[in-house]
């Protein structure tokens, strides 16, 4: 589904945040990718849908050059590639239901999306998608009023309103108490075993990447340092990943 060939972006100041990675995720994978703050995360995933532009490399989605396509083609591409943020990227004055809609701005005409008018259809759409992560019942209220485990929730719905078929969630639970975060990375794994989305998922915690991936990929200071099943990063390899000091913590 998605081909990763010789990825590199150095940003300005010549910090090398991805350095030459290579890798392939299948159809229908749950793919986790770990590492310490500033290993190259958060950038990884956002080159994928071209948040971030790369310096080189090639990204194959479908046998599209994602690298190569123009504005319009990518406007056509991200309709399919949903992205969950830390920070939830919530209109906060708005409410949950208006958030939930601008899942649609890739389908809707400019004007009406401006005047917050949607066809009826997407508006049942965005209740359906509400219920299905559990707040239908927050539709009407302002996204401000929500906890943050709600909040990350109507992210989810928001990116669901693209009928993705690559989800793309950039550390969905480093904003979260360890409860909430189990709730949230539960829904995504509900996603990936019954809708048979992809997902692609960075996370700080090995105990949550265990519990949820298929497949962890592992890197440190922009370059891969493990590709694998979840239950072969013993002590030695944690601390390749993590450093000699490094402790784990479980996410219980």
Request: include cysteine.
């Amino acid at each position: 589904m998605l081909r990763i060939t010789n990825l590199t972006k150095v940003y300005p100041n010549g910090v090398v945040a991805l350095d030459n990675l290579s890798f392939e995720v299948a159809d229908g994978e749950f793919l986790v990718i770990i590492g310490l703050s500033g290993s190259g995360k958060s950038t990884l995933l956002r080159c994928i849908n071209r948040l971030i532009e790369p310096t080189s490399g090639r990204i194959e989605w479908d046998g599209i050059d994602i690298t190569a396509a123009s504005p319009r083609e990518m406007r056509r591409i991200r309709r399919q590639i949903g992205m969950i943020f830390q920070q939830f990227n919530l209109v906060r004055r708005s409410s949950v239901l208006t958030n939930v809609l601008a899942g649609r701005l890739g389908y809707t005409a400019t004007l009406p999306s401006l005047l917050h008018i949607f066809p009826k259809q997407d508006v049942e759409r965005a209740l359906e998608n509400l219920g299905r992560v559990g707040i239908a019942d927050k539709a009407r209220i302002r996204a401000d009023q929500l906890s943050g485990g709600q909040q990350q929730r109507v992210g989810i719905a928001r990116a669901l309103m693209q009928e993705p078929r690559l989800m793309l969630a950039d550390e969905p639970v480093a904003s979260l108490d360890p409860a909430t975060s189990h709730s949230v990375m539960k829904y995504l794994e509900q996603l990936n075993r019954e809708q048979g989305i992809t997902i692609l998922c960075s996370l700080h915690f090995l105990s949550l990447a265990r519990r949820y991936g298929t497949r962890i990929l592992a890197l440190k200071e922009g370059r891969i340092v493990y590709q694998g099943l979840p239950a072969d990063i013993d002590d030695r390899r944690f601390r390749e990943i993590y450093g000699e000091e490094a402790i784990q913590v479980e996410i219980r």
